[in-house]
């Protein structure tokens, strides 16, 4: 299945939640917190 996302938005997605880890209390926090941000899916 190809990939709804471009590999730079992809890039940014997982960048913000390196930067932004420790602001949450588990690392799923910030996955779903920045891909809300982003108007993404957290399971993409």
Same mark, same amino acid.
């Given at each position: ?6 590999? /730079?938005? $992809?890039? @940014? =997605?997982? $960048? &913000?939640? &390196? /930067?932004? $880890?420790?602001?949450?209390?588990? /690392?799923?926090? =910030?996955?779903?917190?920045?891909? @809300?941000? &982003?108007?993404? +899916?957290?399971? +993409?």
């Amino acid at each position: 299945m190809p990939s709804k996302y471009d590999p /730079e938005t $992809r890039a @940014k =997605a997982v $960048r &913000l939640v &390196l /930067e932004h $880890r420790d602001d949450y209390p588990s /690392e799923w926090a =910030a996955i779903t917190a920045v891909s @809300k941000r &982003l108007g993404m +899916t957290a399971e +993409t």
